[in-house]
């Protein structure tokens, strides 16, 4: 088995404003995704959600403000899960949450670096 970290991007929304029963339901429809890996024990860390404030720093040491200044995407969260193949997480990550809200999910290998020994 290899680890694979998902990152979940979508497009801001500046006029989105769900109701408490849009954002439980959304909560839910996370939880029941991340609960179906973990039931066949894939899951290896739940991540974060990530927040909207930040910085970048670029290789001549210059700093911009937010991490999206040049992209209209943005990363909402990352999760860790473990698969035999790249192919395998992908079939994990159908069902995602964000993708039934136009998003979508990048999937990328962690590489060991013990392996490259």
Same mark, same amino acid.
């Given at each position: 088995?290899?680890?694979?970290?998902?990152?979940?991007?979508?497009?801001?929304?500046?006029?989105?404003?769900?109701?408490?029963?849009e954002?439980?339901?959304?909560?839910? $429809?996370? =939880? #029941?995704?991340?609960g179906?890996?973990?039931?066949?024990?894939? @899951?290896? !860390?739940? /991540?974060e959600?990530?927040?909207?404030e930040?910085?970048?720093?670029?290789?001549?040491?210059?700093?911009?403000?937010?991490?999206?200044?040049?992209?209209?995407?943005?990363?909402?969260?990352?999760?860790?899960?473990?698969?035999? $193949?790249? =192919? #395998?997480?992908?079939?994990?990550a159908?069902?995602?949450?964000? @993708?039934? !809200?136009? /998003?979508k999910?990048?999937?990328?290998?962690?590489?060991?670096?013990?392996?490259?020994?």
């Amino acid at each position: 088995m290899k680890d694979f970290m998902m990152l979940f991007h979508s497009e801001p929304n500046p006029n989105y404003e769900p109701t408490p029963e849009e954002i439980q339901a959304e909560l839910k $429809s996370w =939880q #029941d995704w991340m609960g179906s890996i973990a039931a066949q024990g894939k @899951l290896k !860390n739940p /991540g974060e959600a990530l927040g909207f404030e930040g910085k970048t720093m670029h290789s001549d040491g210059s700093v911009t403000d937010g991490p999206y200044a040049e992209v209209k995407e943005i990363i909402g969260g990352f999760m860790i899960v473990s698969a035999e $193949s790249v =192919q #395998d997480a992908i079939k994990l990550a159908d069902g995602c949450p964000a @993708l039934a !809200n136009g /998003g979508k999910v990048e999937v990328r290998d962690i590489m060991n670096f013990e392996d490259m020994e």
